[in-house]
């Protein structure tokens, strides 16, 4: 399933994500740019009351790049999908940090 999320970076400030594989410890993203391995960020999936918060380190980079076989690669993807893997470090809930493990 797919899931829009908004990241927060410190440094990279706001950004809209596309969330997959999400898993009570860790998930991927689709994002514009790849933050540094080892940057916390701070996810929120969903809006409203029902939102959830989670700040997460950056695992992992993969660079996407769908193109058939012995075909060259079209000017439009020079700048291929970013997909990063996060782990959760801890759920916020009203502003208090709860520990991924309390949550499981």
């Known amino acids: ?5 908004v990241v927060h970076t410190e440094l990279y400030g706001e950004s809209v994500a596309i969330a997959r ?3 009570p410890a860790a998930a991927m993203l689709h994002m514009v740019y790849a933050p540094p391995l080892g940057t916390v960020v701070t996810i929120v999936i969903g809006e409203g009351p ?3 918060t989670v700040r ?3 695992t ?3 660079y996407e790049l769908h193109v058939p076989k012995g ?3 079209p000017l439009d993807l020079r700048e291929p ?3 990063i893997g996060v782990r959760f470090l801890e ?3 009203g502003g208090e940090p709860a520990i991924a493990e309390q949550i499981q």
């Open 60 to 62: 992992h980079h993969r």
């Open 21 to 23: 594989e999400i898993q």
């Open 50 to 52: 029902v939102a959830i």
């Open 56 to 58: 997460a380190e950056v």
């Open 81 to 83: 999908p970013r997909l």
């Open 91 to 93: 759920f916020v809930d």
């Open 71 to 73: 075909r060259p690669v």
């Open 1 to 5: 399933m797919l899931v829009p999320v």
